[in-house]
């Protein structure tokens, strides 16, 4: 098993905005991405979302922790999809981002 993946994105709006933007922000990352994955689990349990995911015919897991200052995704990849984590962790961090900064 390969170590997670581990991708950490400050913000500034506290924990409840962030939370909010999270929650609505999900919808358009099912839209925009349905082509690369499936979001086959997602359930919030007070500020972490836990999901699974299909990719490449593999299944995802992981976490998303929101902090009052920063929200930190946590994920642990199957080996092939582990080779390709290195290229997936820029857009990860920008598409968080855009999440994070819409009203």
Do not use: C
């Not at 922000?25 to 082509?35: E, F, I, K, L, P």
């Not at 920063?70 to 920008?94: C, D, F, N, S, Y």
Request: a neutral charge; aromatic letters at 4%; zero cysteines.
């Amino acid at each position: 098993m390969s170590k997670p993946l581990i991708v950490s994105i400050p913000h500034h709006l506290g924990k409840d905005e962030a939370v909010r933007r999270l929650k609505s922000g999900m919808a358009g990352v099912r839209t925009n991405y349905s082509h690369l994955f499936n979001i086959q689990e997602e359930t919030w349990t007070g500020d972490q979302l836990a999901f699974r995911v299909s990719a490449l015919a593999q299944t995802i897991s992981g976490t998303i922790d929101v902090a009052d200052d920063h929200v930190t995704l946590q994920v642990v990849l199957p080996w092939l999809l582990a080779k390709l984590a290195e290229a997936i962790q820029p857009l990860i961090r920008r598409e968080g981002t855009l999440m994070l900064e819409k009203k």
